[in-house]
């Protein structure tokens, strides 16, 4: 405690780079499930318990999985995003920053605590007895990029969760259990959030924004890149993980992402393997439907061209084929970077996505904090007799 209280003093009374220690704490922790949409969810509701609880964020890099690679390599945040509009909700300080600025003096190699609900299994079926925080890929590499090692473990469970939106006054449960005087930083395991993000964390996506870097080349490719005009983007999740996935869909209710449309609790509709895997008919009719009626309600801007981001199949042969008669243009970014991409479709004129992703759902949560229009594949369900099929199956004929 006069450790802490002494850096605080030494803040206080400045240097020529002074440090400013939150002198309620700091939250940390390895963002180590699912790749770059899983992460994202697990963000925004890690930023909404720093909020809570009153400490500051220190925002993780991203964790990402590259071919060739045994071990995850570690992106900083701000490679992506900007940390100035996330400081307009809370205080944050990048990992990088933290380590080198704070660590050394606040939080001591032989101080520095893993915090997890329970015992966690090694990878070797061993506990240990705590939360083998460092076991497994990528919890071993993200804590090495740092130089970290855990003196010992700490659980919180059961008593504690993450859930600071309901219940009894969990957040001042937190802080009175673990007051920042004595607890400076808790270093979680994963991160301090469910997946996917809660109702109450989505708009906190308002204040994640693209780094200049990645605005500036999301801007040039429509620029140099797409016919002048109106576009629609859209993403085909359909790489093999997700045709395994889908095979869940029957005995679910809700799968992933899945309540961006369903709902929390499904009041907005049921899960359907057409949602989860849209057909090339439906994909195909639902563009012609939105390229109609753009050209009907602004026939001064009319869509032309389809920007496409996938996983794995971007259909551009199928897509280029079934739009050539509407003279739309369909592409893809050479570079398949999959955060480009995201940035390209958020800037759209329309987005159609895929319900379950998460991928998918970062970009709706960006459009809808932009007040940009998006829609989802299958989405309400069509509801089509006999009739209508025929006449639907006669105006795509007369489309083509």
């Known amino acids: 405690m006069l450790r802490f209280l002494g850096l605080l003093l030494?803040?206080?009374?400045?240097?020529?780079?002074?440090?400013?220690?939150?002198?309620?704490?700091?939250?940390?922790?390895?963002p180590?499930?699912?790749r770059f949409g899983n992460q994202a969810d697990h963000f925004l509701g890690s930023l909404g318990f720093a909020k809570a609880l009153n400490r500051t964020l220190v925002l993780p890099p991203w964790v990402e999985y590259?071919?060739?690679?045994?071990?995850?390599?570690?992106?900083?945040?701000?490679?992506?995003f900007q940390v100035a509009p996330l400081q307009a909700?809370?205080?944050?300080?990048?990992m990088e920053n933290?380590?080198?600025?704070?660590?050394?003096?606040?939080?001591?190699?032989?101080?520095?605590?893993?915090?997890?609900?329970?015992?966690?299994?090694?990878?070797?079926?061993?506990?240990?007895?705590?939360?083998n925080a460092k076991s497994g890929n990528p919890f071993g590499p993200f804590w090495d990029t740092f130089g970290v090692e855990f003196a010992k473990s700490e659980f919180f469970g059961p008593?504690?969760?993450?859930?600071?939106?309901?219940?009894?006054?969990?957040?001042?449960?937190?802080n009175v259990r673990y007051p920042g005087v004595k607890w400076p930083v808790l270093a979680f395991t994963g991160a301090p959030a469910v997946f996917p993000v809660q109702q109450a964390n989505v708009l906190l996506h308002r204040y994640l924004r693209w780094s200049v870097k990645y605005e500036e080349e999301a801007k040039q490719f429509i620029r140099d890149s797409l016919p002048k005009g109106a576009f629609i983007g859209i993403h085909l999740r359909n790489g093999i993980d997700w045709v395994r996935a889908c095979e869940h869909v029957r005995e679910s209710s809700n799968l992933f992402s899945s309540p961006q449309c369903l709902g929390y609790r499904n009041e907005y509709g049921q899960l359907t393997g057409e949602i989860c895997m849209p057909t090339r008919d439906t994909i195909v009719r639902q563009l012609k439907r939105r390229i109609k009626l753009q050209r009907e309600t602004a026939p001064d801007n009319p869509?032309?061209?389809?920007?496409?981001a996938s996983d794995s199949n971007h259909m551009l042969s199928d897509l280029k084929d079934a739009l050539k008669r509407m003279e739309v243009t369909v592409v893809r970014h050479p570079d398949g970077n999959p955060h480009l991409d995201l940035a390209i479709l958020g800037r759209s004129n329309h987005f159609i996505g895929n319900c379950i992703s998460s991928y998918s759902a970062f970009v709706k949560?960006?459009?809808?904090?932009?007040?940009?229009?998006?829609?989802?594949?299958?989405?309400?369900?069509?509801?089509?007799?006999?009739?209508v099929k025929s006449a639907m199956a006669q105006q795509e004929h007369e489309e083509l």
Not at 159 to 174: F, S
């Open 10 to 30: 030494a803040a206080t009374i400045g240097a020529v780079q002074p440090i400013t220690v939150d002198e309620n704490g700091y939250i940390m922790y390895c």
């Open 32 to 34: 180590c499930m699912g």
């Open 66 to 80: 590259r071919k060739g690679e045994l071990r995850s390599v570690q992106v900083p945040f701000d490679t992506y």
């Open 89 to 94: 909700f809370h205080r944050v300080i990048t």
């Open 98 to 131: 933290f380590m080198k600025t704070l660590a050394p003096t606040l939080w001591l190699p032989e101080e520095r605590i893993s915090f997890c609900y329970t015992e966690r299994m090694g990878l070797d079926g061993s506990t240990g007895h705590g939360c």
């Open 159 to 174: 008593k504690l969760n993450y859930d600071v939106h309901h219940g009894d006054r969990m957040a001042q449960q937190w």
């Open 303 to 308: 869509i032309r061209a389809v920007f496409v």
């Open 365 to 387: 949560r960006e459009r809808d904090s932009n007040g940009f229009p998006s829609s989802f594949w299958a989405f309400p369900p069509e509801k089509v007799g006999p009739k």
